[in-house]
Each structure stands twice: as structure tokens, then as C-alpha cells.
């Protein structure tokens, strides 16, 4: 009797870890953290029998006092976390218990991942140190042109039709229906890189400035006509400290960089490469013209008023401040209250709550009002996408760990990141919070930047009026290194 006794209550200790074991204690968690009992998780459970899965990570934190709070797509800060902190260790605890795994994450920024990747894969050996990767788009596609990352649609525990994956990405980064790298709820740091536009509510009233922005983003009209409209006639710039030399100490009607050029033309519809019925990408110059030069001129004219708009990075701030032209110019200004427009990825929200003066967010203006919609661009170094190294042993295991995660954290992260992080803390009114629906729903991603055939991106970015001639000089090359990203792709 007495070792029956003794039985029973062993039995009965055991019983809440083989609870834990069989996942009904991490189905309540579910059940808890969505709100809804009805929610049942579809990517299959497989016992991954306690193997550990690496994420590398870039650090676009790093070294930066306009980027803050930044710690690693998938990892998170134990101490002082935030509400997204929580919910991305609330992800990894729950899928490490469910799939019986241990994930590990890593940032770095001194180390290039590109590199790091590459000598793993021909390495040759099935034992990698990294099983996915989060860099910038930039840096990441010439990866699948080295032969080095997977084509995302071939792994059959990865099914980028899901939510949880960004369809504008998966559509658009794809060639000849192959993706190599896209972005989606597993990451927060490709929102973080989508531009936008700020403005100063303080220096609007200020300026007796009568023009609701948000009403004119609902009726349509806010282009890039009103917008220069606006930056002309509000008379915000002047030589506020009285040196008689408009510079970056002064007050500006609009603060920016050069890359903001392939911006609007981006706002305008535009891209560098377009895609054919085949899902095979063309250079837009190759076949039309008029519009990109027609976009691009217009916005050079405006951009070289150096008494309305200061260029972080252009030809007098960026020789002048050749380390952190951005820090000490158009950032500089907006914190302190001598700025009304800035045009920036949302990254810098974060590092604005510490502004006396209130900012609200705006879409990029369109170019032409009869536009079907506002669009907007990710930074093609300065936003996060996925990719997996060719090669590993376990790729389906990997890709099954990577639809957990990025299926959870659509239930866990997006919400605490999007509603809580993006529309409450860092936005200071409901309209901001309206404008972000505008322009998270209106993403694009262009694969002329993402991989920049030839350099030509940096034709987009040139101060210079030649921009005709420019184009000129590098298109041929530019179509060469295309058709050979699309020989090495087999596309």
C-alpha cells in the first residue's frame, strides 16, 4: 500500500510536465495571447529533439544615437524590455517548447554578413554556424546570384502564400517565380526602414499653416505639387540664428537626403525594373523614358533651393560633415524644433520622443493626383530581409522553425510592434496611426535597386542636371548585369 501511495504521487508530479511536453500548456498561452480560443496554429509540429537553429542579424543599431531600441529581428532585451521585447521572447519560448528546440540569435555589425555567409556555404560543410539570416535587401541579393541562399518557394516547410509573410514583397522580389529573400512578420526592421514623411505640428501652427495634411492624404491630394506648395509658401525657412548664412543651425522648410530623390520617383509609381508577364525583370529606361526623366528633373529643381531644403548628405553638408551628415544636420534640426517636413524611415521615430515639440506622420506625397494610390519604398540598406544559406542539412527543419516563428509572431509581435510601439508610443495622435495603415498597405520593393544592375541606382540619387546623359552612360551596362543575375538564376 505504502509504495502504491508513493506511486500515485510520483504519477501525479509527472503528470504537469508531460502537459508541458505535449503542448497544452503552450496552447493556453495561445489561447490567452490572442484572445481567442478558436485560434489554432497551422505550421505542423515536429520533436526537432533539442537542435539548436542560429540567426545572424546586422546591427543597425550599432554605434548610432539616431537609431535606437533596435535589438535583432527574432531577439530580444531582457532588461527594461518593451511591450515588443515581451512579445518576441513570448514567440521564441513558445516555439522552442512546442518544436522541443533552442533558438540562438546573434547581431553583428563589424563582421559583414554577406562574407560570413558566403565562407559558410563554401565551406562545404553540412555543420553551418548560421541558419538564417537577417541583413539589408541591398546586401542580400547578390547572394542569390553567388549561388549561396535558397529560393525561399523550394523549401517545402515554407508557404510564402501565408499572412504572415508580406505579399507585396514575396510578389515583388520574386524572379521567374523564385525568392531568394522577403520580409514579413518574422522581422520588424523592414517597417522600421519603410520611409515616410514627419512634420512639425508645433512650427505648422506656428506658421499659421491651415491645410489639414492628414484631410489632404484622405481626398487625394497630397502630391508633390502641394507639397512644394507648401514648403514655398509657409516662409519656414529663414536665418533663424542671424549670421546671415542660411545653413544647418538655421530653420528649414523641409530636411532630407539624396537617396529621397529615388524616393519620389518611387511615390510617383515609378521603378527602376519592372516585371514581365513571365516574372522576369526589365529595366524600366529600356522601354519608356519620359515619366522617370519628367519625375526626376522636377524633384532635382526643388531639391537645389538651398534656401528651402537641406540635404543631409549632399554636395555642402556632406563635405562638410563627411562622418554623420544626417545626425548633425536634418535630424538635428527636427529634434530641436526648426524643421517642419522630414523625410526619413521610420526607424528615427524612436529617437524623437525626447522633441519638446509634437511631430505627426504623413505618407510620401504623390506625384500625380491621379494616382490609384500612395506607394512607398523600404531603405534598400537600412531594412531587414530573410534569407537561408544553400546547403544546410536540415533545410526543412529549418524552414518549419522559421513558419513557427513567423506565424506567431504575426499573433504576438505585429500587434505590440504595429498598434502599440509604431501607432501609440512613437506617433503622438490617432490621424499618424491612420497615416501608417496608408503606407504599410502601400509598400513596393523594386528589384533595379535591390540588386542595382550596373550601379544605376546611383543615377536615381545624383544631384546633377544631366539626366539624360547620365542615364545613358550606364544603361547598356546596367542591362548586361541584369541578364546575367538572370543567366546565373537560371530565370
Avoid at 316 to 337: M, R
Avoid at 470 to 477: G, I, P, Q
Amino acid at each position: 500500500m505504502k509504495k502504491l501511495c508513493l506511486f500515485l504521487l510520483a504519477l501525479c508530479l509527472l503528470v504537469p510536465l508531460f502537459a508541458a511536453c505535449d503542448g497544452s500548456e503552450d496552447e493556453s498561452k495561445i489561447e490567452e495571447s490572442v484572445g481567442s480560443k478558436d485560434y489554432v496554429p497551422e505550421t505542423p509540429v515536429k520533436d526537432m529533439g533539442g537542435k539548436e537553429f542560429n540567426v545572424l542579424c546586422h546591427d543597425w543599431g550599432y554605434n548610432s544615437t539616431s537609431i535606437l531600441g533596435y535589438t535583432g529581428e527574432i531577439m530580444y532585451a531582457e532588461e527594461n524590455p518593451s511591450s515588443v521585447d515581451e512579445a518576441k521572447k513570448w514567440v521564441v519560448d513558445y516555439v522552442e517548447a512546442k518544436y522541443n528546440c533552442k533558438i540562438v540569435g546573434e547581431k553583428t555589425a563589424t563582421e559583414p554578413i554577406p562574407e560570413t555567409i558566403r565562407q559558410q556555404v563554401l565551406a562545404g560543410s553540412e555543420d553551418f554556424e548560421y541558419d538564417i539570416c537577417f541583413t539589408g535587401i541591398s546586401s542580400t541579393a547578390p547572394l542569390a546570384i553567388d549561388g549561396v541562399i535558397e529560393d525561399l518557394n523550394s523549401i517545402s516547410t515554407i508557404d510564402l502564400t501565408k499572412p504572415w509573410w508580406d505579399q507585396n514583397a514575396v510578389a515583388d522580389l520574386s524572379i521567374g517565380n523564385k525568392v531568394y529573400f522577403t520580409c514579413g512578420a518574422i522581422n520588424t526592421y523592414d517597417d522600421q526602414g519603410t520611409w515616410c514623411m514627419l512634420f512639425n505640428k508645433n512650427l505648422k501652427q506656428e506658421l499659421n499653416i491651415e491645410e489639414d495634411f492628414y484631410q489632404l492624404v484622405r481626398d487625394d491630394k497630397w502630391t508633390f505639387d502641394k507639397f512644394v506648395e507648401i514648403c514655398t509658401e509657409s516662409n519656414a525657412s529663414f536665418d533663424s540664428d542671424g549670421d546671415n548664412d542660411q545653413d544647418e543651425l538655421d530653420n528649414w522648410a523641409f530636411g532630407t537626403e539624396t537617396y529621397n530623390l529615388y524616393v519620389h520617383l518611387v511615390a510617383a509609381g515609378q521603378k527602376i525594373a519592372q516585371k514581365d508577364n513571365n516574372d522576369l525583370p526589365y529595366l524600366t529606361l529600356s522601354k519608356e523614358t519620359e515619366a522617370t526623366y519628367t519625375i526626376l528633373q522636377k524633384t532635382l529643381e526643388f531639391y537645389n533651393n538651398n534656401n528651402l531644403v537641406m540635404i543631409a548628405n549632399g554636395p555642402i553638408y556632406g563635405t562638410k560633415f563627411p562622418n554623420h551628415p544626417w545626425e548633425e544636420t536634418v535630424h538635428k534640426a527636427f529634434i530641436e524644433g526648426r524643421e517642419l517636413f522630414y523625410m526619413c524611415g521610420l526607424i528615427h521615430a524612436a529617437s524623437f520622443r525626447v522633441m519638446e515639440d509634437e511631430f505627426g506622420i504623413l505618407p510620401i506625397p504623390k506625384y500625380y493626383d491621379t494616382q490609384d494610390r500612395y506607394y512607398h519604398t523600404v531603405s534598400q540598406g537600412n531594412a531587414s530581409c530573410m534569407c537561408i544559406p544553400i546547403g544546410l542539412s536540415d533545410t526543412e527543419d529549418v524552414g518549419l522553425i522559421v513558419s513557427a516563428i513567423a506565424e506567431m509572431s504575426l499573433q504576438k509581435v505585429t500587434p505590440a510592434y504595429y498598434d502599440i510601439q509604431l501607432k501609440y508610443r512613437d506617433s503622438h495622435d490617432d490621424e499618424s496611426g491612420e497615416m501608417l495603415d496608408i503606407i504599410f498597405a502601400s509598400r513596393t520593393f523594386d528589384l533595379g535597386a535591390a540588386f542595382n544592375w550596373g550601379s544605376i541606382l546611383a543615377q536615381y540619387t545624383a544631384m546633377t542636371d544631366n539626366v539624360a546623359s547620365r542615364f545613358e552612360s550606364v544603361l547598356t551596362s546596367a542591362e548586361t548585369k541584369m541578364q546575367e543575375t538572370l543567366e546565373y538564376l537560371d530565370a
